[in-house]
């Protein structure tokens, strides 16, 4: 399917799938969302994690089995770019934006839920990340060699019809779980690889396609590095963490990491979220002293760690979204959630709507074409992004909460 194009940008969807390595028989099958200008000039891509279980379709199954006889998946169905269509703040700097879903799995061939603690999105949307960087917008990333029969051999020819990327630099994005998967994906190749072995979750991903017999790529080790993604920033809209026994180890080995990058990153709360600020294991961030949460984790005291947070005024944990969700709106509701009472919290597709989609947007505007951030730490401390956030309504609609001192962010600092 050629992609969509109108004006000057595309949207295409992208069928795979991923197998973590190549001594392990464990599979993901993913569907990648992208809009990508169409110059083919990209100067980055933000890569998104949407907070959304996948499956949560009662005839997901049914359908799955239907689908491979027919040739279709139900994860076609799957569409997070309609939740997060921040697509208005790529455009003035050239960038791409994408998103992956899957049907996450933690023992062969059975799909589960996304989980905030689960390294494994983490490490899909770093290959998927990676897929872009040197594929582009394209299914078709190998060719049929006819002197073998047996399976299809990697084809390292670029259509220029599909790569659109100009850099490999990604800003990796989430909210709510995502917030947690793109705090693993900003780790980058290295770490993903260190960690996931401590965990037993080997990662050096061999990316198929979804014919019955697949062509399949080399493992990601053996990609030029400049083909890889290269994180050089991390987004983080309320971010949810969650530890269960084995299958869900959390994320704090990975902010530990983090705690120690010259990264630009932003941690983004709401007032009344009790999703990030109450359930989630630990809380994204809490205004009690000692507390442990994952900001404290990316941000130690009197560290230069390079993360910053800031708090939404009446912000929800379901405001950043693009469109309504009823799954979404479970973690706002009354019944749910005690916080803020009386308050009118924000709502899908209004002012934290809009707030985000400009965050996004000057956190953008950081990068000078085809290159990374520019500078130490001090030079992101009193960034453009930092002074234009640093502010009681940044946008001059929707408020944020001050810290001590009357800031409006706060860092280790």
Same mark, same amino acid.
């Given at each position: ?18 197998? %973590? ?64 269509? %921040? ?42 990340? @990676? ?35 100009? @850099? ?246």
């Amino acid at each position: 399917m050629d992609p969509i194009c109108i004006n000057n940008y595309c949207f295409d969807r992208i069928h795979l799938w991923i197998q %973590y390595d190549k001594q392990i028989p464990q599979f993901i099958e993913v569907v990648i969302e992208v809009f990508f200008p169409k110059n083919l000039q990209a100067n980055g891509l933000v890569m998104f994690n949407h907070g959304f279980l996948v499956g949560n379709d009662l005839l997901f199954y049914p359908k799955k089995i239907i689908g491979a006889f027919l040739g279709d998946n139900p994860l076609f169905a799957i569409n997070p770019s309609s939740f997060y269509n %921040y697509s208005d703040a790529i455009v003035e700097k050239n960038w791409a934006m994408a998103f992956v879903s899957a049907a996450h799995s933690q023992t062969i061939g059975i799909p589960g839920i996304d989980i905030g603690g689960n390294p494994r999105v983490g490490q899909e949307t770093y290959a998927a990340a @990676s897929y872009l960087v040197k594929y582009g917008a394209t299914d078709f990333f190998y060719k049929e060699e006819s002197q073998n029969q047996n399976r299809a051999l990697f084809d390292s020819r670029v259509s220029d019809k599909s790569k659109f990327m100009i @850099s490999n630099n990604v800003i990796f994005a989430g909210h709510s779980v995502g917030g947690a998967h793109a705090q693993a994906a900003a780790c980058g190749f290295e770490t993903l690889q260190k960690l996931g072995k401590e965990s037993y979750r080997l990662f050096d991903p061999v990316i198929f396609d979804r014919e019955f017999i697949p062509a399949y790529s080399d493992p990601l080790s053996e990609w030029d590095p400049s083909d890889r993604a290269n994180p050089v920033g991390l987004i983080q809209l309320s971010p949810v963490d969650q530890k269960i026994p084995i299958i869900s180890p959390g994320m704090q080995a990975y902010r530990e990491v983090l705690s120690t990058t010259p990264l630009p990153m932003v941690m983004i709360v709401g007032e009344c979220d009790c999703a990030c600020l109450d359930d989630s294991t630990p809380p994204a961030w809490s205004d009690k002293a000692g507390v442990d949460t994952q900001f404290a984790q990316l941000a130690p005291p009197k560290s230069e760690s390079w993360a910053v947070v800031a708090q939404i005024e009446k912000g929800s944990h379901c405001g950043y979204l693009t469109e309504i969700s009823d799954l979404c709106s479970l973690a706002d509701s009354n019944s749910q959630c005690t916080r803020c009472p009386g308050i009118t919290k924000y709502k899908p597709d209004g002012d934290q709507t809009a707030l985000t989609s400009e965050i996004v947007k000057q956190f953008i505007a950081l990068y000078p074409d085809n290159e990374g951030f520019k500078g130490n730490y001090n030079d992101w401390i009193n960034s453009s992004f930092m002074t234009w956030l640093n502010k009681e309504s940044p946008d001059g609609v929707v408020k944020l909460v001050p810290f001590s001192l009357g800031k409006f962010v706060d860092y280790s600092g």
